[in-house]
Nanobody, 123 residues
Framework: QVQLVESGGGLVQAGASLRLSCAAS????????MAWFRQAPGKEREFVAA????????YYADSVKGRFTISRDNAKNTVYLQMNSLKPEETAVYYC????????????????WGQGTQVTVSS
């Protein structure tokens, strides 16, 4: 069982940066692929970024490549999402997710989810 708690959301202006954190419980954090998803009002939850358990490989949605960076610190059981040059259309609840094994981009593959953190980008 893995419990995930996100933090770091808030209200920022367009072009600003935010860093989200997701703290995980459990002693086998390094064996889990981690991902960030987001869900805007009235829209489906969508993939943002993912990282392998070892941290060696990362994956991004095309819309965030070059602006967002996912990373993890397995000693701290924490995964991060550095978001730069934020846009108003990226206003959403951002969720952290975990699954054993390989990183994927589908919400259906992830077993464990955090409660989400709100990111609001004003124009």
């Amino acid at each position: 069982q893995v419990q995930l708690v996100e933090s770091g959301g808030g209200l920022v202006q367009a072009g600003a940066s935010l860093r989200l954190s997701c703290a995980a419980s459990g002693r086998t954090f390094g064996s889990y692929a981690m991902a960030w998803f987001r869900q805007a009002p009235g829209k489906e939850r969508e993939f943002v970024a993912a990282i392998r358990g070892s941290g060696g490989s990362t994956y991004y949605a095309d819309s965030v490549k070059g602006r967002f960076t996912i990373s993890r610190d397995n000693a701290k059981n924490t995964v991060y999402l550095q978001m730069n040059s934020l846009k108003p259309e990226e206003t959403a609840v951002y969720y952290c997710a975990a699954r054993p094994g390989w990183a994927t981009v589908s919400t259906r593959d992830y077993e464990y989810w955090g409660q989400g953190t709100q990111v609001t980008v004003s124009s």
